[in-house]
């Protein structure tokens, strides 16, 4: 059945609502932040750690710290809490990213239990699944993603554990990667180029002979599946004689429905003719700053993570990705009526914080309902 991708109107008169028929939570999100509250209420006597951020949203880990977890790394990886530092009787959570597989050993030396308290989403796991179906099979794994980010560290991790492996952040270094495969490149070039985003042992000339695309759940599908193309057809076009699926493995089926959904409802929403969009969600969300991106390529766009960013009428604090800076435009609501307003957030932000953001919005004009009206018609 097909799915419908039209945005939800909330028509409060004097300002329309556009909300994206898929955003927030996704069930990888929800499914950890379950676990680690469950964890706080059964282990009142314990102490808590997580190994890095639950989600990238600064409320819910705020929350969490506030409820006594402990944080053993920054977003980065960095120690902020020694490893010698805890014991075989504390609980250490493993975050929705996951993690590697050099931490995972680390935590069974110390006698740390992480089975019970591993929160790695479900899509993230079915990549790496999928990353040793094909690598048994003698595929190389190019992964694309942000060399940084705890997901693809940890699914690096995973695919380099085996087969070789490399990372690709976007179409460009995609590209480039190509050129090795063609020869266009000297060989000895990719080791520079392509430092710290490859396997141990990387062998340019054997293991590019045979590949396969995987990738950070959070980043856009569709680039995901353009960089899958590029390169199958460069395999097709150096090895002409030869079946495709000789040097290229079929992996569309690791894109996370999810993220997938959340970024066609954008693309959906962006249909409306309205004057400006609003995301919601935490600065360093991946998943989030891809659905800023899509906005941005039809409309203002502002990129939030609470209602507190909307100064007044007439104000807006919100943050450009692209610089990693905040900046307050003015006059960001424009003197129409109806003001027509596209809403939507990231897999990582509560729907509480949508609310508030929708409640603030509308509390500048003169409506003709309220927001648990307007929600009350749809329940």
Not at 87 to 114: H, M, S, Y
Not at 234 to 263: G, K, W
Request: proline content about 3%; glycine content about 4%; some cysteine.
């Amino acid at each position: 059945m097909k799915k419908d991708f039209s945005p939800t109107l909330l028509d409060f008169g004097s300002v329309q609502i556009y909300l994206a028929r898929h955003f927030g939570f996704c069930y990888g999100v929800e499914n950890a932040i379950e676990i680690a509250f469950r964890t706080v209420e059964e282990n009142p006597d314990k102490k808590i750690f997580l190994l890095s951020e639950m989600i990238h949203n600064p409320q819910v880990n705020a929350d969490l710290e506030a409820h006594g977890i402990q944080f053993l790394q920054d977003t980065y990886g960095k120690q902020l809490i020694p490893f010698e530092t805890i014991t075989k009787d504390d609980i250490v959570l493993i975050p929705a990213f996951g993690t590697t597989l050099l931490i995972e050993e680390k935590l069974r030396q110390i006698g740390i239990q992480t089975e019970k308290y591993n929160t790695t989403c479900p899509f993230v796991e079915k990549v790496w699944n999928r990353s040793e179906a094909i690598a048994k099979k003698n595929y190389s794994i190019i992964i694309h993603g942000k060399p940084n980010h705890e997901e693809t560290r940890a699914t690096f991790s995973h695919a380099a554990n085996n087969a070789a492996s490399v990372v690709v952040k976007d179409m460009d270094e995609a590209k480039e990667l190509a050129k090795y495969i063609t020869g266009e490149k000297d060989i000895a070039n990719f080791y520079s180029e392509f430092s710290n985003q490859f396997s141990e042992g990387f062998d340019v000339k054997k293991d590019l002979q045979r590949i396969g695309v995987v990738n950070q759940t959070t980043m856009l599908a569709s680039d995901t599946q353009a960089i899958a193309d590029y390169l199958k057809q460069v395999m097709i076009d150096s090895f002409p004689n030869d079946n495709p699926e000789e040097h290229f493995a079929d992996t569309r089926d690791t894109l996370c429905y999810a993220t997938n959904d959340n970024q066609t409802a954008v693309s959906g929403m962006l249909q409306t003719d309205a004057n400006l969009a609003i995301v919601v969600g935490g600065y360093n969300s991946s998943n989030t700053s891809h659905l800023v991106e899509l906005c941005e390529e039809k409309l203002p766009t502002y990129f939030i993570n609470s209602e507190e960013k909307i100064l007044s009428a007439k104000e807006i604090l919100h943050h450009n990705f692209h610089t990693k800076e905040e900046l307050i435009t003015n006059d960001f609501l424009p003197a129409k009526n109806p003001v027509k307003i596209l809403v939507t957030s990231g897999a990582s932000c509560p729907d509480a914080l949508v609310e508030g953001v929708i409640k603030k919005l509308i509390s500048f004009y003169e409506t003709n309902s309220s927001v648990e009206e307007m929600i009350g018609k749809f329940e």
